[in-house]
Structures are given as structure tokens and as C-alpha cells.
DNA sequence: AAGTTCTTCAACCGCTCCTCG
DNA sequence: GCGAGGAGCGGTTGAAGAACT
């Protein structure tokens, strides 16, 4: 014998909601609330809705704190890092972003986000078999073809903004706002990454606009030995996967995913570098 | 212009979790 | 401690519109 169903499904409307319906059940909630019971809710407001159904309009479509439309860098970089770290927990996903639901962020996951790390994937495999500086794991099969091709310069920047190597402080606890890992940046040696013997290194990303919008972040790797000092950077749309995904990540968010343990960024502030300094630095044309 | 395929997302289904008697 | 029933969750579906041929 299966469990009873929690309405009459014989008298029930389903399908899409009427701007008729939403009225009401917006109204009737705004007025009463839900009362406690949201399979008592549709018959107290006079519509012919199983309470689930009454439940899910509200809290997917009607709520007024509800953000539409499309999501941002930073939501993306929020999802990906909490996607790789619990997996499809979808409303505990959706807490960390304000106005966003389960539903929206799963959809969104499985319509759009997912293909972008499997795309990003993608080029990391291609990337790993041409790179022999840095591997994630061996290709069997023969490198094809460069997709970008390092050009070394010399170059003046200012180190505003970008963070001195520094060891991971593995006691730290993570950040509770997962977007507030701009501005951050983590150490070698990492798992995952694979550098060069001897070298030391640090890993930044921030973004450059007002609004920490991770669709016109930067990226960038720093490795040092002594007197040798190497950077790989990527800048705009898009970069920061692609940039990533040249050392094995499938994204940013996979990358920062293991590093919730540095340090605070009052800790990372003393470690700014106040002058500028002038080294070799390494870019893809 | 018409037909087909793809994409998006609201909504449903069925399950587990939680609360209460 | 147990069972019933409601709440909440994640997977899936299908309609509608967009994009492509």
C-alpha cells in the first residue's frame, strides 16, 4: 500500500498559474501568511491548488524578495565553489544567494553552469598535453596544437592589489561569504597543481570592477625562485576558467574550493606589497 | 517561410526529513 | 519509541519560445 496522496489529485488544477491565481495567493498570504500548513492553505484561499503546488509558486515565483533574471559573475563563482564542495545541495546553494531559489540555481546549473565547466574541461585536457612547464595529470594522447601561445616581456605594475606568496594557514577557518574570496590568493604547494621542482609560488584573483563582478575578474598564477620570477595571468569574460583550467582545474571555483583555509584579509593586507617592483612577467597573446 | 532542433525554466513527482501526538 | 502527516528537497518533465536549417 503507497503513501496517500497529499491532495485530491482528481481536483486539483495543475499546469501554469493564472495571473488570476497569483493574485490571490499572493494576497491571501500577505495576508494570513501560510498559517503553518500549506495543505490546508488552497482551500482557506479558495483556489483549486494541491498546497505543494500553492508552496512552490510562492516560494519560486510570487515571494517579493525574489531576484529575476540572469546571474552574475560572482553567483556563478558562488555556485561552482559550493557545487564542488557539497555536491547538489541546491537550497543550501541557493541561502548564500540572496533573492536566488533552489529552483532558479539548479535550472541554472543544469542549463548553463554545468556545460562551462565541462567545456572548461575540455580545454584543460587539450591545455595539460601542450604544456610543459606545468601538467595535472599525463594525456595518453598526442599533444595537439597550442591554444595560446606565452610570450615573455618585461614589465613595470605596481603591486596594488596583487598579494606576496605566503604560506597557506591550514588552522584558518573558511570565509562565511563565499564571494569574499576576491581579493584573497593562496600559496603553492597545492594539490592538485604541479610546478616546476624548486619553485615557490602564489595564486591571486580579484576582480577589477566596483562591484567585484567575477565576469571582468583577473587571474593570476606567481611562481618565484630566487631571482626567477614567472606570471601567468587572465584577464575578462571568461578568463579566469580558461586560465585556471591551464593547470588542471576544471574553474576558478574548483581551484579556490581547496583553499577555503587562507588566511583573513586583514592577515593578507599586512602582506601587500606597498612598491613597485619591475619582473619578467609571462602573458598569452 | 516553414519545419526542426535546441534551450530555458516553471511545475510536477516522489522521496526523505522533521515534528507532533 | 512509533507512526502519521506536513514540509522541504532534488530529479525530471514538458510547454513555450528562440535559434537554426
Not at 543550501?92 to 565541462?118: C, E, F, H
Amino acid at each position: 500500500m503507497g503513501r496517500a496522496p497529499c491532495c485530491d489529485k482528481a481536483n486539483v488544477k495543475r499546469g501554469p498559474w493564472s495571473p488570476e491565481e497569483d493574485m490571490v495567493l499572493k494576497s491571501y498570504l500577505q495576508t494570513h501568511g501560510t498559517g503553518g500548513n500549506w495543505i490546508a492553505l488552497p482551500q482557506k484561499a479558495g483556489l483549486k491548488r494541491c498546497g505543494k503546488s500553492c508552496r512552490l509558486r510562492w516560494l519560486n515565483y510570487l515571494r517579493p524578495d525574489i531576484k529575476h533574471g540572469g546571474f552574475t559573475g560572482e553567483e556563478d563563482n558562488v555556485i561552482c565553489t559550493l557545487y564542488n564542495k557539497i555536491g547538489s545541495r541546491w537550497s543550501v546553494i541557493a541561502s548564500q544567494l540572496p533573492g536566488r531559489t533552489d529552483n532558479d540555481v539548479k535550472n541554472y546549473w543544469n542549463t548553463k553552469l554545468k556545460k562551462k565547466m565541462m567545456a572548461a574541461q575540455a580545454s584543460l585536457s587539450a591545455a595539460a598535453a601542450n604544456t610543459n612547464l606545468i601538467t595535472h595529470s599525463p594525456s595518453p594522447s598526442p599533444p595537439p596544437p597550442p591554444l595560446v601561445t606565452p610570450t615573455i616581456k618585461t614589465e613595470t605594475y605596481t603591486c596594488d592589489g596583487f598579494l606576496t606568496p605566503f604560506n597557506k594557514d591550514a588552522s584558518a577557518s573558511a570565509p562565511t561569504d563565499p564571494s569574499s574570496m576576491f581579493g584573497h590568493n593562496a600559496s603553492f604547494p597545492m594539490a592538485g597543481l604541479v610546478g616546476p621542482p624548486g619553485l615557490n609560488g602564489s595564486v591571486n584573483q580579484y576582480a577589477v570592477s566596483p562591484h567585484d563582478d567575477a565576469s571582468t575578474a583577473s587571474s593570476s598564477v606567481t611562481m618565484e625562485n630566487g631571482s626567477s620570477y614567472v606570471n601567468w595571468s587572465a584577464n575578462g569574460p571568461g578568463g579566469d576558467d580558461a586560465f585556471f583550467a591551464e593547470f588542471g582545474f576544471e574553474s576558478s571555483c574548483e581551484f579556490f574550493d581547496g583553499y577555503y583555509g587562507y588566511p583573513d584579509p586583514a592577515t593578507l593586507a599586512t602582506m601587500l606589497v606597498s612598491s613597485s617592483d619591475t619582473k619578467p612577467q609571462v602573458t598569452y597573446s
